[in-house]
């Protein structure tokens, strides 16, 4: 993205393999894709965290072979921690991400501080 669209933009990429995806193997990921870590942390948790955000999320389908055969999901969530959109597909549609993306800077902005030319 842009670096404009960047700004106050941080992914997250959770493993829900913690055996397979340690914190060494997902840094080497990272190093290997050239990501900017500035703007992209790749994680992972003890299997019961996961596995209560993978229900809560709903990332595997009925009887799917775990962690092999979960969803592909983005989910936009705001400053405040707010989960406000989940998006599906693989690859991603990168021009639906950065209108979303503006629709929540938007959001963000109110009428008094858009005068001021501020947040």
């Known amino acids: 993205m842009p670096d ?3 700004k106050g933009l941080h992914f997250v990429s959770v493993s829900l393999d913690p055996v397979g995806d340690t914190p060494a193997a997902l840094k ?21 965290d ?8 709903r990332l595997f389908r ?3 072979k775990k962690p092999d055969d979960h ?3 983005l989910w936009l969530v ?10 599906q597909g693989n690859p991603p549609d990168r021009l639906r991400i950065a209108r979303e993306l503006n629709a929540m800077e938007n959001l963000s ?7 001021a030319g501020g947040r």
């Open 4 to 6: 404009k669209e960047r």
């Open 28 to 48: 080497a990921f990272a190093q290997r894709m050239s990501v900017d870590l500035s703007h992209w942390s790749f994680v992972t948790g003890r299997a019961e």
């Open 50 to 57: 996961l596995g209560r955000l993978s229900e809560r999320l």
């Open 62 to 64: 009925p009887g799917a």
């Open 71 to 73: 969803a592909t999901a």
């Open 78 to 87: 705001d400053a405040r921690g707010r989960l406000l959109l989940r998006l």
């Open 109 to 115: 902005v109110t009428p008094a501080a858009a005068a």
